[in-house]
């Protein structure tokens, strides 16, 4: 699976941005999706999460501001990010899990796709 994430861009404390992620390729199906991000300096840490069934999770730092949501028609992921601050500036990055095409209808192994990464900055 191919991640093409956009969106991201410079904004001031308490702006918004969406950001974009449009999957494509061969895979049999989809099991979740999700949004990290890494700060200078920091780990890479979970932002937003979803299973295809629409279940969702959310680091507690983000919880209220961030929603996640997907376009199945359209093949993409969405991150919406309301009331941004400075500490939330860093390179996003989508992930897909998907499983492989197994044999005849069958689902193969399973995987993860990472996207390239789109830079937030948000000023004070």
């Known amino acids: 699976v191919q991640l093409q994430a956009s969106g991201g861009g410079s904004v001031q404390a308490g702006g918004s941005l969406r950001l974009s992620c449009a999957y494509s390729?061969?895979?049999?199906?989809?099991?979740?999706m999700g949004w990290y991000r890494q700060a200078p300096g920091k780990e890479r840490e979970m932002v937003a999460r979803?299973?295809?069934?629409?279940?969702?999770n959310y680091a507690a730092s983000v919880r209220d501001r961030f929603t996640i949501a997907r376009d199945t028609a359209k093949k993409t992921v969405y991150l919406h990010m309301n009331s941004l601050q400075p500490e939330d500036t860093a390179t996003y990055y989508c992930?897909?899990?998907?499983?492989?095409?197994?044999?005849?209808?069958?689902?193969?192994?399973?995987?993860?796709?990472w996207g390239q990464g789109t830079q937030v900055t948000v000023s004070s």
């Open positions: 979803m299973t295809i069934r629409g279940d969702t």
């Open positions: 390729g061969s895979y049999h199906s989809i099991s979740s």
């Open positions: 992930t897909v899990d998907a499983f492989e095409n197994g044999k005849g209808w069958s689902p193969g192994r399973s995987f993860s796709s």
